[in-house]
C-alpha cells in the first residue's frame, strides 16, 4: 500500500487529468463558438469591448479604456477591464507636454537691510499663464510683501519689474493675478472643478523646492473635494517670516495625493487632458506632535478661482458678501452632545457685532441648516452659499434654535478688509 502522501499525488494527478480534459474540451467549443462569432463583424453591443472585430479575425481589436472621468466629457463609458500602465502613463506624459509651457516661476524678491537694502530673493512659487492677454493665476502668499517678482517661462524667457503687473490681489481666497507682455505667450486651458469625482487622477505642476529647470510634475488621485481648511499665518504679512497666527479659511478645496512641496504653490492642478481643475496651494501640517501628515494637500478649486480672478481683471480687486459670523461645520458626534436632531450645517460660535447677523438676530449655538432652502451638506456648503451670491443680495437662513426651526432673512453686506 502506497503511504498516505503518495497515494493523494496519485488521486489527485487522475482527477487533474479528468479535468485537463474537460477544460481542453471547454477551450475547444469557446473558440469554435468565438470564431463564428467574430465572423459576424461587430463586437455585440453592451459589451465590455470598445472596439470593433474585423470579419474572420480570431482576436479583438478593443483597449481598455483610458484613466480619467474627465469633467469635459458629455458621456462616460465604464469597463470592468482595468486600465493599462501604459495608457496612464502616456496620459500623465501628455499633460507635462500640454501644460508645462504655461506653468511659469515667481521669484518674491523683498529688501534687506543686510544685503544694503537691496532686493532679494527670498522664496519662490508658481503660477500658470490662463489667457492669451498673458494673465497668470497663483497664490497670494507667493507675491506678498513682494519688492519686486520675477516671472520665468520654462522655455527661459523671464519678466520682471515694470514687465510685471499685478493686477490685484485677495488675500481672503489666497488668490493673486498677475499680467505679462510677450510673444506667442502659452496658455493652459481651464476646466470644469464642479465636475470632479473622487479617485479621479490629476497631475500637479509647480516649482518645487525652487529646483532648476522645468516644472516638476507629480500624479495622484482626488481625496476629498468641498473641504475646508485653514492656512498657517504669520504675523508680518510676509509667507516667510515666523508663522504667530493663523491665515484665512478656505472652502471648497479640494484635497489630493499628489505630491506637493514649498514651491509648488500656485501652481496647476489638472485632469488627465491637461485642463486645470485646482491651484496647488497648502499641504497638511503635523498630524499629531512630531507627526508629519502624508500623502495630504490642497488645491483650490478652479471654478472659484476663475470667479476672483475675474473680478481682480475687471475691477482690481474682489469683494465678498459678509454675514459676520464665525462657526464649525455641525457633525454627528457634536449634535449627539448638544442632544440636537439636525447632524448636518453650521453651528455658529459667534456673531459680530453690528453685522448681517447680528442685525438679523442670530445668535451664538444657532444651527443653520438651509441656505434659501437648500441643505447645508459639506463643511463648504455655508461659505459656497453665501459667496455665490453678491453684496445687498437677501438669503433666507434657516435656523433651528432650541429645538425651534425659523426663517431667518439677512441681507449681506460687504466683508470689511480686516475681517
Known amino acids: 500500500m502506497l503511504p498516505f502522501g503518495a497515494h493523494g499525488a496519485r488521486g489527485l494527478w487522475r482527477g487533474g487529468q479528468r479535468v485537463v480534459a474537460l477544460l481542453l474540451a471547454l477551450v475547444l467549443i469557446v473558440s469554435v463558438g468565438a470564431a463564428c462569432t ?11 469591448a470598445t472596439g470593433t472585430a474585423t470579419a474572420g479575425s480570431a482576436t479583438s481589436t478593443s483597449k481598455p479604456l483610458v484613466l480619467a472621468s474627465d469633467a469635459s466629457s458629455a458621456t462616460k463609458t465604464t469597463t ?18 500640454t501644460a508645462k509651457p504655461a506653468v511659469v516661476e515667481i ?33 497670494n502668499h507667493v507675491v506678498e510683501g513682494a519688492q519686486s517678482l520675477v516671472v520665468t517661462l520654462p522655455d527661459g524667457r523671464s519678466f520682471k519689474d515694470n514687465d510685471v ?24 486651458q481651464l ?27 507629480t500624479a495622484g488621485v482626488v ?49 488627465l487632458d491637461g485642463q486645470v481643475i485646482g491651484i496647488n496651494t497648502l499641504v497638511a501640517g503635523e498630524a499629531e506632535p512630531g507627526v508629519q501628515a502624508e500623502g495630504i494637500g490642497f488645491a483650490i478649486a478652479i471654478n472659484t478661482a476663475k470667479q476672483i480672478a475675474d473680478e481682480i481683471v475687471s475691477t482690481g480687486k474682489a469683494s465678498h458678501p459678509y454675514v459676520g459670523v464665525s462657526y ?3 457633525t454627528p458626534a457634536i449634535a ?6 439636525a447632524t448636518k450645517g453650521a453651528l455658529i460660535q459667534s456673531v459680530v457685532d453690528g453685522s448681517p447677523a447680528a442685525k438679523a438676530g442670530l445668535q451664538k449655538d444657532d444651527i443653520v441648516t438651509k441656505v434659501d432652502g437648500k441643505e447645508l451638506t459639506t463643511d463648504s456648503s455655508f461659505a459656497n452659499a453665501v459667496e455665490s451670491h453678491k453684496v445687498g443680495d437677501t438669503i433666507t437662513l434657516t435656523v433651528v434654535r432650541n429645538g425651534q426651526t425659523m426663517q431667518v432673512p439677512v441681507t449681506l453686506a460687504e466683508r470689511p478688509a480686516d475681517s
Do not use: C, M
Not at 470592468?80 to 507636454?97: G, H, L, Y
Not at 479621479?200 to 505642476?205: D, E, M
Not at 476629498?224 to 515666523?242: I, Y
Open 191 to 217: 476646466g470644469d472643478s464642479s465636475q470632479l469625482e473622487v479617485g479621479q487622477w490629476v497631475v500637479a505642476l509647480g516649482y518645487a523646492l525652487g529646483l532648476e529647470g522645468e516644472p516638476t510634475v
Open 38 to 48: 467574430l465572423s459576424g463583424g461587430t463586437a455585440a453591443s453592451g459589451s465590455a
Open 80 to 97: 470592468s477591464d482595468a486600465p493599462s500602465q501604459a495608457d496612464f502613463t502616456n496620459s500623465v506624459i501628455q499633460v507635462a507636454k
Open 107 to 139: 521669484t518674491n524678491e523683498q529688501t534687506s537691510v543686510s544685503q544694503l537694502s537691496q532686493p532679494i530673493p527670498v522664496g519662490t512659487g508658481s503660477g500658470f499663464i490662463y489667457d492669451n492677454q498673458g494673465h497668470i493665476l497663483t497664490n
Open 223 to 271: 481625496s476629498a473635494l468641498n473641504r475646508s481648511v485653514q492656512e498657517p499665518g504669520d504675523s508680518s504679512g510676509s509667507p516667510f517670516s515666523r508663522q504667530t497666527q493663523s491665515g484665512p479659511t478656505l472652502s471648497d478645496v479640494i484635497q489630493t495625493d499628489a505630491a506637493i512641496n514649498p514651491g509648488n504653490s500656485g501652481g496647476p492642478l489638472t485632469n
Open 336 to 341: 449627539a452632545q448638544l442632544n440636537v436632531t
Open 165 to 188: 503687473k499685478v493686477v490685484g490681489t485677495d488675500p481672503l481666497t489666497d488668490l493673486a493675478v498677475l499680467q505679462i507682455t510677450g510673444d506667442n505667450l502659452p496658455a493652459v
Open 328 to 330: 464649525i461645520p455641525l
